[in-house]
């Protein structure tokens, strides 16, 4: 059950980011989505859709890789 609740909370974030592409590439197809009324807008919320998807997923794989000892000593956290 743990493994399927961290798939799914993987999941909502990848699903963020594959909208935002689709937004982003409606866009430069001059295609508009119904509820958004303008281009521009649909533009930028495809890229802050984007980022926050891949942001969450960069972010759990770089806490994940930190705890195992698998990153770059450039990458650790300094200790103080």
Same mark, same amino acid.
């Given at each position: 059950?743990?493994r399927? $609740? +961290?798939? $799914?909370?993987? +999941?909502i974030?990848a $699903?963020? +980011? +594959?909208?935002?592409?689709? *937004?982003? %590439?409606d866009?430069?197809?001059a @295609?508009? /989505? #119904?509820p $958004?009324?303008?281009?521009?807008m649909q533009? /930028?919320?495809?890229? /802050? *859709?984007?980022? *926050?998807?891949?942001?969450f997923?960069a972010? =759990?794989?770089?806490? %994940? #890789? %930190?705890?195992?000892? %698998?990153?770059a000593p450039? =990458?650790? @956290?300094? @200790?103080?």
């Amino acid at each position: 059950m743990g493994r399927f $609740i +961290a798939f $799914i909370i993987l +999941a909502i974030p990848a $699903i963020m +980011a +594959a909208i935002g592409i689709k *937004l982003i %590439r409606d866009t430069f197809f001059a @295609k508009l /989505v #119904d509820p $958004i009324p303008y281009l521009w807008m649909q533009f /930028v919320i495809g890229i /802050v *859709l984007f980022l *926050l998807g891949f942001g969450f997923f960069a972010g =759990y794989l770089l806490n %994940r #890789d %930190r705890k195992n000892g %698998r990153i770059a000593p450039k =990458y650790s @956290k300094k @200790k103080e």
